[in-house]
């Protein structure tokens, strides 16, 4: 964080500085508003996005058990007792495929996809 303040500390002095001497002080710090309110809405879109793509990882987390089991009877597979391998290794695949702007559909179907390739079926299953 210090970081992000010491760059916006660096662009309010860049643009203040490129003004004349003798510029009405209520224009400088107008100008130093709008800067911070930029800033300031650009890190809560990036918080916003962030929370709309855990959402989404965790949408498919949840949709793991059900579908492992759903599996389990079509393809008579012996459902884990312990889902935290499986649970990992789709959590590590979600994290990369993963936007803020992925449909939740679009979810279900990387976690479908994820689990029939780790119980090694190669059907296309819903």
Request: net charge neutral; no cysteine; glycine share 4%.
């Amino acid at each position: 964080m210090g970081g992000d303040r010491d760059a916006l500390k660096r662009e309010i002095h860049q643009a203040i500085e490129a003004f004349p001497e003798g510029t009405p002080k209520l224009q400088l710090e107008e100008i130093r508003d709008k800067i911070r309110a930029k800033r300031k809405a650009e890190h809560e879109a990036k918080e916003t996005a962030e929370a709309a793509r855990i959402a989404r990882i965790n949408h498919g987390l949840n949709f793991i058990q059900g579908y492992v089991r759903s599996l389990g009877e079509e393809w008579e597979i012996e459902i884990p007792s312990d889902f935290n391998p499986l649970w990992r290794i789709v959590r590590a695949h979600l994290d990369k495929e993963i936007s803020s702007e992925m449909p939740f559909e679009e979810v279900e179907k990387l976690v479908r996809r994820r689990i029939r390739r780790y119980f090694n079926i190669t059907h296309r299953s819903t």
